[in-house]
């Protein structure tokens, strides 16, 4: 979940520095994010290694993801490139 952080807080620095409007959002995204694979990495912890349960909980990493880059990081990623930082 470090790595996670870390990369938000890199991705929103570049936001700010670019004036960015979506901030706000992006940062809940990531927030969301984080909590998502901070209660999947304790359930593992756990103990809980049902196989079901952790397909499961893959299945839903990638989503959450796919989704955030196909749509905040792709919007992001465009904003840069219209102003030449890409």
């Known amino acids: 979940q470090a790595a996670v952080r870390a990369h938000s807080q890199h991705e929103e620095a570049v936001k700010a520095q670019?004036?960015?409007?979506?901030?706000?959002?992006?940062?809940?995204e990531h927030e969301r994010?984080?909590?998502?694979?901070?209660?999947?990495?304790?359930?593992a912890l756990a103990g809980n290694h049902n196989p079901e349960v952790l397909t499961e909980n893959c299945d839903l990493l990638r989503a959450l993801f796919f989704s955030h880059i196909a749509g905040q990081?792709?919007?992001?990623?465009?904003?840069?490139?219209s102003l030449g930082m890409g």
């Open 18 to 28: 670019s004036g960015y409007a979506g901030i706000p959002e992006h940062r809940f």
């Open 73 to 81: 990081d792709l919007a992001l990623a465009q904003h840069l490139l």
């Open 33 to 43: 994010i984080i909590l998502t694979v901070t209660a999947l990495m304790d359930d």
